[in-house]
Structures are given as structure tokens and as C-alpha cells.
């Protein structure tokens, strides 16, 4: 496997969400998920997170927004210790997981309102930012029904909806557009671009090379818990030394 | 291994986890502190097994004067096919039509019938884990008093081992069919608080019965008479159920011509009952199961106007955790039914249980005098709060959903504060019916029932911390059936033994302070002033204990 370290050194700067030297592992130390990882993201970037199955790539985000515990290392959210001030640092980061997490016994409006009410959204901006994002998902007509009754697709947009509502400044997503419809796929992605150009951060994992490729500013690419580049498209093109594709690159360094 | 023996055999792995269990205990090496408190658990229940020997010896010896003795067989098995029924209907329901690997199996190349066989497997061990600690004891004592031989003890195994067949398929039978004709109109959550209700007045109808025959205080020549007389309950179950007749007769004709007979006809027409009911499942059971987890939703757009109503003006996140807590709770059938509707009903039942004249406490002299009064209409109302498993299961009852407790910017004390005061005011619920079923049957003066009151809501919060500290030390949260979280989910077991070392220390506390020469008010005071600083303690302790657990457990 080829080793990039330079071009990882090159990953630091002014950064929203930072990683250093961050390590997890199961089952008492057997299974090592995330290896001394050190990473940064930019505020108002797209940072794509790449990776095989079993990589690492969920147990770092999940331990970005406090899921996991990591066994060693540093996290900061806008310089915010995670570990240390998690009321703080969650204050200011949403998470969307892989598999929608959601009250199915709620109604989707009541889902809404709590994760509203916990925020500390205003009830104007709730109103406004409601009414925009049921429209753009298309749950006008579902949002007063108990979630039970939706579509995993449906479920998908809740849980989108629900992490939009407190226009966080850091948006940690994994695999957000899984069960998605094409439709609703092309509107997350503008609605990614809108939400950074606000300067806000978003760092979201993807199996989608497509996406990553014309999406993100800039993509991390994990393998057995370590990170094996980083950069731009571009920059991860001078890595392979070549004209490739994301999914070129990503197949030679992962090992195919 | 055939297809339908690794179907069954996942089947009991799944159901009862053992797996995860073997694997929690001895791969991991976490939980094993669960061993040491199962072992005390099991030797506590030791005396009371060890009473129903000597109980079921002495109705043996009485009814052996009169020739009758085999009528403990005939009540052993007659009882035993009651509880089987009773349970049944419920585990049934719950294997076939709720549990949520039916989503996976039904994608699978399997017959309805081999998945029924699998499913129908499971509960019948599940029907023996129940029945064994009241017919075992019997058969076990029956046989040696008897000095039974051989035929006795293997005919007794086999009938052990058949017995819940008939009643399992003859509950599955109408199960299938109502399903089927159910699941059109997808009422399923109606259907588990019908279906509940049902056994719980199932089990209310039995007790009923026991009931009448039942005296102030047992006796075993209560016992003889009970099961001589033509009108026992052991008689209108063998008269309307005869599978209990070739039960016992099986077990005591033992190799002889009549015992075979009776064991053939039992082994017979269980298999006749099974086969039909696997018939009927080929044709049946994937229509009742398939798309049932479906849930109809009204396709109506809201107006801007009826959405702004709906949209609530900020809540603090302790108010909105409770409100959430509230919510499940009351949406979720067997939350709501183990949670809130038991609560109701178990001060009920024992009010429907205890008719004017057979009120135990009425022969207690020391009810007269007003601390032990209070005392003990205070341990009435306790009990009644903590018989929900709504604080053990607090955390568990959240699931894969305490990902969303994990990242959301609430302070682990704060959503803790609003659990606690979600199980308290459960268990305040019970305290409230207990009251009410102790007006009404004691007339106590107010005062009395005021102090009473005080005291129980008293003990009830220290309980409730209890319980919750209990659940938060191991949450359940891998569960995907709700059911395992609070019905089968060791936590409520737990915190029950808790509970009952807690009422044994306030007891030995009472006993303490009435042996003082004190004035009621003052006995009643100094308990209330002790649970006060053990309640804040435990709420305290509860919330310290929340900070930590919250950034251990991981998602």
C-alpha cells in the first residue's frame, strides 16, 4: 500500500473540525477501526471521507459528534474539545446517520419540534425553515403522520429536515444520500453547496465517487483506520500522477 | 443440518440470545456480576419452592386417607394447561405476527409452515421455562411419595414434554385465522391492546375462580376439599379440556394398559392438532404476517395556518425530553401496557380480589392503632408504584434511538431529570389507584391516608432513582422488538429485587421506630424523613451516575 504523508501534513490550516492523532478499537483492543488519524476541515468546506467497508470511515464520524469514545488522540469542533465540552460542541454540530434514527412513534412535525425545542431554534425560524425544507423534500403531506407510516426514503428526508433545522455550523453526514430519490439526491447536494457558502462546514462520508468527485473542495481517503490521502481532485490526481478518476485513484490506493 | 433445523435453530438463538449472552459473558468477560445476583435470586426462590414440597406433601398424605391423592396429578396438569393458555395467547401473537425477523424470513425459500414449525418450537420452550416451577414440584413430590417406577417417570417426561402442544395449536388455529382477516384492515397496534386486554381478563377470570374456592388463609384441608369437590377447578378444567384427564392418567397408569392408552391418545392427537395447524399456516399464515408492519398515512397537506398550530413555541430541553418520554410511552403498546394501564390495573385487580370480609389486614389487631396502619397502607401504595418496569427500563426503552439522546445538546442530568420525573410520576399513577383502592375498602380517616400517601411518594422516588441507576448501568439498546425491552429485559427483574431489599430495610426501619416509645406521628416522621434523604440521595446519586454513563456508552 502506498503511504502519502506529506500530502496528509498538508491537510492542517484554519479548520472547523479537527482530528489529531485519534485512535479507536474494538473488542479490548483487537480490532483497530481508526489508527492514529490526524485531520482537518475547513470552515466553509465540503470534505468528502472515502473508504472502503469497515475503513473506519463511521467510526470517525460517529466519534466526531460523541457517539464513540476515541481510545486516544484530540477532537475539536470549531476549537471546541469534544470530550471536554460536548454540550458545547454538539450546540453547533448536527449528525445524520447511515440508517435513519428517528421516533417512529412521532409524528413527523413532533420530531421536528423536539429536535427544534433542544436546539433552541426560535419558533419563527422553525416556521420558516420547516416550511422550506418539508417543501424541498416533498413531506408536506406526510409530516403530520407518525413516522412509523414512511418510507425509508421519507425517513431519510426527516432525518435531513431535522438535522437543517438548527442551521448548524458543522453538518457531520454519513452516507446522507442512501435511499434517497434522484430528485431529492440533486437537491441535497445544492442544498450542501447553499449551506457552505454560508460558510458553514460540512464533512460527509460517501461510497458515491460521482459525488465526491464534483462536490467536494476537498476528500479524505481512509483505508484499515488510517488516512491515505488527502487534498483536492486535483491534488489526489498529481498523487496517482495521472489523468485518472476518483474511482481510479480510489481503487490503486486502496489496493483494488 | 435439515432446513428447517437451522431455521429452528436460529430461531432459539435469536429468541433467547443466547449468543449474545454467551458471548457478553465469557468473550467479553462483561456482565458476569450477573451471576453472583442470579444465584442469590435462585436460592431466595429455594424456600419458596422448598414450601410447595411440604405443601404439596401434606395435601398427598390428607387426600391419600380419602384414596383421592392422584387429584394433586389431576391439579398439577389441569393448572399447568391453564397457565399454558393463559401465557399462550401472548407468546403466540408476539413469535408469529410481532416479532421482526418475520421481515427477513419471509424473503427467504422457506414454507409458512416451516417458519410456523420454527416459531411454534420456540414457544413451546418458552412454555416450559413457565409451567416447569408449578408442575415439576408436583410431579417430582407426587412420584416419590408415591414410589412411582419407571413407567411413571418417563410417561411423566413425554407429557412434560407434549403438554403445550394441544393448547399452543388450538390458540395458534383462531391466531391465524384473525390475523388473516386483521391484517386487512392493519390495526395492529389495536390488535396487541385487545389481544393483551383479553388475557389480562383471561387471567383476572382465573383468578376469580381460584378465588371462590380460596380461603382468608390456605390450608391444606382448604386444599382437599378444593380439589374433592365435583365443582373444583381442576374438575371444570378436565371436563372442558380432557387432553388434562389423558395427561394424568398417562402419568399415573404408567406402563400399564391404560396408561399407554391415554399416553397414545395424548401423543395422537397433539400430532393430529399440530399437523392441522401446519396445514392451515401453509394456507394462512403468510397472509395475516405479510404487510403487516405497514401503516396506513393520510395523505393530507397541511394548511400553512394548521402547520404554524403545530409548530410549538420552544420548549426547554427537560420539558421536551418528557414530552417525548410521554409520547413512546403512550404510543407504544407495550409500553403502554406494562407502563400505564398495569399500573392502573394491578391495585385494581387486588380490589377485585379481596371482596368484603376476606381483607387480610382486618385481622391484624395492630391495624387499629394508627402508625402500623399507615405504615402498612403505606408498603399497599409502595408496592402498587413499582410493579411497572417504567424506571428499569428508562434507558432501555429508548433502543438504537439513544444515538439521538447522545448528540443532541441536552445535558445527560437534564434528560435524565425528565426520565425520572416521567417513571415518578408512573409510579405515582399507582400510588394514586392504591389510594383509591384503600378508601374504598378500609375507609382509613384522611389524615391517615394523607400520611400514608406522603410516605409512599416518598419511597416511591427513591425506588424510582433505583430502578433507573439499575438500567443505566447495563441499557438494553440492540433490542427490535420493544417487547424486549421491557418484558424480557433482566433490568426490570433487577431493580425488582432491589425494590424488595429496599421494602425489607424500611420494614426492619418501622420495626426499629415502633419498638421505641414514640408517638405515631413521630414513628411515621422519622420513616418519612429517612426515605426523604435516601430519595435525594439516590437522585442525586442518579444524576452523577448519568454524567458518566452517558460519555461511556457508545452507539
Known amino acids: 500500500m502506498r503511504e502519502f504523508a506529506p500530502e496528509i501534513r498538508g491537510c492542517s490550516g484554519d479548520h472547523v473540525i479537527e482530528l489529531t492523532n485519534v485512535s479507536k478499537s474494538y473488542n479490548r483492543g483487537k480490532v483497530k477501526a481508526v489508527d492514529n488519524l490526524t485531520l482537518t476541515v475547513k470552515p466553509g468546506e465540503i470534505f468528502g471521507f472515502l473508504g472502503p467497508n469497515g475503513a473506519g470511515k463511521t467510526t470517525t464520524l460517529k466519534m466526531i459528534v460523541g457517539l464513540l469514545r476515541p481510545d486516544t488522540g484530540r477532537i475539536a469542533v470549531e476549537g471546541i474539545d469534544v470530550l471536554a465540552d460536548p454540550l458545547q460542541a454538539k450546540q453547533i454540530t448536527t449528525y445524520v446517520p447511515d440508517f435513519p434514527a428517528v421516533y417512529e412513534r412521532l409524528t413527523g412535525i413532533e420530531f421536528l419540534n423536539f429536535i427544534g425545542d433542544v436546539y433552541g431554534v426560535p419558533r419563527q425560524a422553525r416556521i420558516e425553515r420547516i416550511n422550506k425544507w418539508i417543501g424541498v423534500f416533498e413531506l408536506a403531506t406526510a409530516v403530520s403522520n407518525p413516522i412509523q407510516s414512511y418510507s425509508h426514503g421519507m425517513k431519510q428526508k426527516i432525518v435531513l429536515t431535522a438535522a437543517l433545522l438548527p442551521a448548524p455550523r458543522v453538518m457531520v453526514l454519513d452516507e446522507p444520500l442512501i435511499g434517497l430519490d434522484p ?42 483506520g488510517r488516512l491515505i490521502a488527502c487534498g483536492t481532485m486535483e491534488e489526489l490526481r498529481t498523487l496517482g500522477q495521472t489523468e485518472q478518476s476518483l474511482e481510479n485513484i480510489f481503487l490503486e490506493l486502496t489496493g483494488k | 443440518m435439515s432446513r428447517l433445523g437451522a431455521l429452528t435453530r436460529v430461531s432459539f438463538k435469536s429468541h433467547f440470545g443466547l449468543a449474545i449472552m454467551w458471548r457478553r459473558l465469557f468473550r467479553e468477560k462483561k456482565d458476569r ?43 398439577g396438569i389441569a393448572v399447568g394447561q391453564a397457565v399454558i393458555l393463559l401465557f399462550g395467547v401472548y407468546y403466540v401473537i408476539g413469535a408469529l405476527y410481532f416479532s421482526r425477523d418475520m421481515e427477513m424470513l419471509i424473503p427467504l425459500p422457506f414454507r409458512p409452515s416451516e417458519i410456523m414449525i420454527s416459531k411454534f418450537a420456540v414457544i413451546v420452550v418458552s412454555e416450559y421455562l413457565t409451567v416447569a416451577f408449578i408442575i415439576l414440584p408436583i410431579i417430582i413430590t407426587y412420584g416419590i411419595l408415591a414410589r412411582s417406577g419407571a413407567g411413571y417417570w418417563i410417561n411423566a417426561t413425554i407429557v412434560y414434554l407434549v403438554m403445550p402442544v394441544i393448547p399452543l395449536a388450538l390458540i395458534a388455529v383462531p391466531v391465524v385465522a384473525m390475523m388473516r382477516i386483521i391484517n386487512i384492515s392493519r390495526k395492529k397496534d389495536l390488535l396487541i391492546i385487545f389481544g393483551s386486554i383479553g388475557m389480562l381478563a383471561a387471567v383476572l377470570g382465573f383468578q376469580f375462580l381460584m378465588q371462590r374456592v380460596a380461603s382468608r388463609n390456605i390450608s391444606t384441608e382448604d386444599v382437599t376439599a378444593f380439589l374433592s369437590s365435583p365443582n ?42 399440530f399437523g392441522a395447524l401446519v396445514i392451515l399456516s401453509e394456507k394462512f399464515f403468510y397472509g395475516g404476517v405479510v404487510g403487516l408492519n405497514e401503516i396506513a398515512m393520510r395523505k393530507r397537506q397541511l394548511t400553512g395556518d394548521e402547520l404554524s398550530r403545530q409548530i410549538s413555541s420552544g420548549r426547554r430541553g427537560v420539558t421536551a425530553i418528557f414530552v417525548r418520554e410521554w409520547r413512546i410511552m403512550n404510543r407504544t403498546p407495550v409500553f403502554l401496557l406494562n407502563g400505564v394501564i398495569m399500573v392502573i390495573l394491578f391495585p385494581l385487580l387486588l380490589l377485585f380480589l379481596m371482596p368484603s370480609g376476606t381483607i387480610p389486614f382486618a385481622a391484624i389487631p395492630a391495624l387499629g392503632k394508627t402508625a402500623p396502619s399507615v405504615l402498612i397502607a403505606a408498603l399497599f401504595m409502595t408496592i402498587c408504584s413499582c410493579v411497572n418496569g417504567v424506571s428499569s427500563s428508562a434507558f432501555s426503552r429508548e433502543g438504537a434511538q439513544f444515538s439521538i439522546s447522545k448528540v443532541i445538546p441536552v445535558a445527560p442530568r437534564e434528560q435524565t431529570a425528565a426520565k425520572f420525573l416521567h417513571s415518578y410520576l408512573m409510579g405515582a399513577l399507582g400510588i394514586i389507584a392504591a389510594s383509591v383502592v384503600i378508601a374504598i375498602r378500609i375507609h382509613p380517616k384522611a389524615v391517615n391516608l394523607m400520611a400514608a400517601l406522603g410516605l409512599a411518594l416518598t419511597a416511591s422516588a427513591l425506588l424510582t432513582a433505583v430502578g433507573m441507576i439499575i438500567d443505566l448501568a447495563r441499557p438494553l439498546l440492540d433490542w427490535t422488538n420493544p417487547q424486549k425491552a421491557i418484558k424480557q429485559n433482566l433490568n426490570v427483574l433487577l431493580a425488582m429485587l432491589a425494590d424488595i431489599g429496599i421494602i425489607t430495610f424500611a420494614f426492619f426501619s418501622a420495626m426499629i421506630l415502633l419498638m421505641m416509645p414514640l408517638a405515631p406521628a413521630a414513628v411515621i416522621g422519622g420513616l418519612f424523613i429517612e426515605f426523604a434523604v435516601l430519595a435525594a440521595l439516590g437522585y442525586w446519586a442518579l444524576l452523577k451516575f448519568a454524567e458518566k454513563r452517558y460519555r461511556e456508552i457508545e452507539m
Not at chain 1, 431529492?184 to 461510497?207: I, N, V
Not at chain 2, 379440556?241 to 401423543?267: C, D, E
Open chain 2, 232 to 273: 373444583s377447578l381442576p374438575a371444570r378444567v378436565r371436563a372442558s379440556f380432557p387432553p388434562v384427564v389423558w395427561g394424568a392418567n398417562a402419568i399415573y397408569g404408567g406402563f400399564s394398559r391404560t396408561g399407554l392408552f391415554y399416553l397414545g391418545l395424548l401423543l395422537g392427537t397433539s400430532a393430529a392438532v
Open chain 2, 33 to 75: 456480576w450477573i451471576i453472583p445476583i442470579l444465584a442469590i435470586s435462585f436460592i431466595g426462590i429455594l424456600p419458596l419452592l422448598f414450601g410447595m414440597v411440604i405443601f404439596i406433601q401434606g395435601a398427598y398424605h390428607m387426600l391419600k386417607q380419602l384414596e383421592m391423592e392422584r387429584a394433586i396429578l389431576d391439579m
Open chain 1, 183 to 224: 430528485r431529492a439526491a440533486y437537491q441535497l447536494k445544492d442544498l450542501f453547496r447553499e449551506h457552505c457558502e454560508e460558510g458553514k462546514t460540512l464533512l460527509f462520508s460517501t461510497h458515491i465517487m460521482e459525488v465526491a468527485e464534483k462536490l467536494c473542495d476537498r476528500i479524505g481517503i481512509i483505508h484499515k
